[in-house]
Structures are given as C-alpha cells and as structure tokens.
C-alpha cells in the first residue's frame, strides 16, 4: 500500500509540474493575441478616421468669366470656405485666398468649382514678356474678322498683316493680349457679358511695335484671329 500511495503522490506531482510549465506558455500566448488584436483595432481606428479627415477648401459662389479680375474688394464674395473629404481635394487646390488677389481667371469657371492654382494667371503676366509695354487702341471697324466682334479682356490674339497685290497674309504679332474691349457707348464690357459686340479695343504691344501697329492699321491691312483656350 504505501508503495501504491508513493507512485500516486509522484503522478500528482508530476501532473501538477506539467500543468505549472503550460500555464506561463497559456499566458505568453493570451497576451500575444491580445497585442494583436490591440494592433488591428489601432489600424482600424486610424483607417476609419482617415476616411473621413476633412480640411478647407475655396469654393467659388458663381461662375467666374475667363479674365475676371480679383480684387481685394470682390474676391471674399466669390469664394466660400467648405470642409470636405481630403480624397476630394485636387492638388494644387487654393489654401489661401489672399494669394489670389491680382490675378484674374484663367478660363471660366463654373459655379461650385474647387479653386485651384491653375485656374487663374497673375495680371502681370503678359506684362512680364514686353521689356516696355504700351497701351494700343483701334476701333473694331478697323480690324477686318474680329472673331464677331466678341473680343473681352484677357483675351489672348494673333494680328495679321496682309498684301492685297500678293494676296497673302503674313503674322505679324502673335500672342497679343486684349486689354480691355468698350462697347459704342465707351464702357467697358465685362468678361461676364458674352453678348455684347466690342467697338473698340485696347491690346498690349511693344513700345517700338506701336508705330507699325497704327500704320498697317491706317492702310487697313490687319486682320485678327482669336485664340481658342
């Protein structure tokens, strides 16, 4: 019997001794599950709020007309500030509207647009490319196929010249900038006014081209072709 009883002890012992060595291993393993599951909850959490992490952004509050100029007096009532989903703003989106001052529109721009860098051109810019810009005027009459007459500021043109004994046509000026267009009465025709034809223009030349601007103007050779941006 007391035999029996050692053998006994010794399988309880040995029993206990084993259930002592898996009971770290069972830990170790529980807390690794839990730092894993901790893990993906975290990226998770990050991937959630990340897909909805919003910023600002300018909105234009009407159509803006290719060559509307911003001023710091008009510019806070065509923009407003929105939040939107970050995947939603395109690159080079405007975060400060103050940089837009002096610059005009590019292109037209539809009401709701995101405003971006791209869309709009610093005024001086034309400007940058004539070492002593001047100021040309002519009456629409003069220029034979003024685009009808729908010419506006920020318009961008190429002036001809032509022979009438050769019959042909030599570019003279290219890539001229309309200054300003005036309607019959004098005032001056808004980018926005699509309709109304222009009496006369104002275009940006070379100083030293302003004198064969006006005679080729004078014996009525110029012709006007607009460029389609």
């Known amino acids: 019997m007391e035999k029996g009883q050692e053998r006994e002890s010794h399988g309880r012992h040995r029993d206990g001794s ?22 993906v909850l975290v990226n998770v959490e990050k991937n959630v709020l990340s897909a909805y992490e919003k910023a600002g952004c300018w909105v234009l509050t009407e159509t803006l007309e290719k060559g509307t100029e911003l001023t710091a007096d008009n510019i806070g009532g065509l923009f407003r500030q929105e939040q939107v989903d970050v995947r939603h703003i395109p690159q ?26 791209t869309m709009f051109r610093d005024t001086g810019d ?38 009438e004994e ?14 300003q267009a005036f309607d019959s009465s004098g005032n001056l025709i808004p980018p926005q006014d699509t309709i109304s034809a222009a009496a006369r223009i104002n275009v940006l030349l070379e100083e030293g081209d302003a ?3 006006y005679s080729e103007l004078y014996k009525g050779s110029l012709r006007v072709v607009k460029l389609w941006e």
């Open 166 to 179: 050769l019959g042909q046509a030599y570019l003279i000026w290219e890539d001229v900038t309309v200054h």
């Open 126 to 163: 034309c400007l940058a490319a004539l070492d002593h810009p001047v100021i040309a005027g002519c009456r629409a009459e003069d220029l034979y196929q003024l685009a009808s007459g729908i010419l506006r500021g920020g318009d961008r043109i190429h002036i001809y010249t032509v022979d």
């Open 92 to 117: 080079g989106a405007v975060t400060d509207l103050q940089t837009l001052v002096g610059s005009q529109a590019a292109i037209t721009i539809p009401l709701g647009s995101m405003a971006t860098h």
């Open 18 to 39: 084993g259930r002592k060595r898996i009971l770290p291993g069972l830990v170790l393993a529980a807390f690794a599950a839990a730092l894993v599951t901790y893990t």
């Open 211 to 213: 004198g064969l601007f």
